[in-house]
């Protein structure tokens, strides 16, 4: 979840204050009835609120404690008026977040799945990305299987993950997984890797270990901002095992990344840094060096990825 959405569903998940209380109530009145909320004491806290909210109240996160306290009681005709009060009272995004899902709770329970869709679409407007909701709460069971709602649950899951539905973004998933890794031609195992898509899938992470414990590293691998294109940062345990490797791009089956590096006299290298796609089980890394601007090309090393599979060993 970003930043923005993250403090959003906070705010409206868990009900911050971000208002005082009505004129008509006093602050110890609705200070009580908000603790009895907290303290998921439904019962309590509706009928204070009931007695210290007139009808004329626009205070949009109390009818918002208010619903949540009529649902959690099985009072939903109640709850959705609630909700509804507290939407006509311009609230803040993150109150009408939280009160447009808590609506769509109530008509999936109720089997009504064009509203609770309805009610999902709006809650995104304003914040809404907790699809885990959609995917475990006992509201949606009886609509989870809609093709509508599928759809809509995959919209709030972007909204929280947009790389997930990013191609440049996924672009690198082949190389995911976990395999043996061996020089490229021959049966030697140089190490095992475990390559993992990360942060929402907004980077692939590589966790390196060579054969007999010699060399371990980790690479992070994501699209830079700056070039909109992949940037792979390496750092491994031995003397100088920092690089980067950038300008990277998926084309032609491959993962092809250029670097700059010196060699032992410190003279300028340049390099390519290729991943050859070669199905689902493989993946052939190659990396050389030119010291004449590319008129001659020496390789530093060619690995090939063999995916582990359940019951082989590593």
Same mark, same amino acid.
């Given at each position: 979840m970003n930043k923005t959405a993250a403090i959003v569903?906070? &705010?409206s998940a868990f009900g911050l204050q971000v208002c005082s209380a009505? !004129?008509?109530?006093?602050? @110890? *009145?609705?200070?009580? @009835?908000d603790s009895l909320y907290f303290a998921q004491d439904w019962v309590? @806290?509706? =009928? &204070?609120y009931y007695k210290i909210l007139p009808d004329t109240s626009g205070n949009s996160i109390a009818w918002n404690r208010l619903g949540f306290s009529n649902y959690n009681t099985g009072n939903y005709a109640d709850a959705l008026k609630d909700y509804n009060k507290a939407l006509a009272n311009k609230p803040i995004p993150p109150v009408k977040a939280s009160a447009y899902s808590r609506m769509a709770r109530i008509n999936g329970l109720q089997n009504n799945a064009g509203a609770a869709i309805? =009610? &999902? %679409?709006? !809650?995104?407007?304003?914040?809404? !990305?907790?699809?885990?909701e959609l995917d475990s709460l006992k509201d949606f069971a009886a609509i989870r299987n809609n093709d509508d709602f599928k759809k809509v649950r995959e919209r709030v899951y972007l909204a929280a993950y947009p790389c997930m539905g990013n191609p440049q973004a996924r672009a690198f998933d082949f190389w995911a997984?976990?395999?043996n890794v061996y020089v490229t031609g021959t049966q030697t195992l140089g190490g095992h890797s475990l390559v993992q898509v990360v942060s929402g899938g907004c980077a692939i992470l590589e966790n390196w270990d060579s054969t007999g414990g010699a060399s371990t590293g980790k690479s992070l691998n994501f699209i830079d901002g700056a070039t909109n294109m992949w940037r792979q940062c390496w750092i491994g345990s031995y003397p100088n095992g920092q690089q980067d490797f950038? =300008?990277? *791009?998926?084309k032609d089956g491959a993962m092809r990344f250029t670097? #700059? #590096?010196t060699d032992a006299k410190g003279n300028k290298l340049i390099g390519r840094f290729i991943f050859y796609n070669e199905g689902p %089980?493989?993946?052939r890394q190659f990396n050389e060096t030119s010291a004449d601007d590319g008129k001659t090309w020496t390789t530093n090393y060619d690995l090939t990825y063999i995916r582990i599979k359940k019951g082989m060993s590593k």
């Open positions: 569903w906070l &705010i009505d !004129a008509q109530s006093s602050p @110890a *009145e609705m200070k009580k @009835a309590g @806290a509706k =009928n &204070i309805s =009610n &999902i %679409d709006s !809650a995104m407007v304003y914040g809404y !990305a907790s699809f885990d997984g976990e395999w950038v =300008n990277g *791009e998926y670097f #700059t #590096t %089980d493989k993946v």
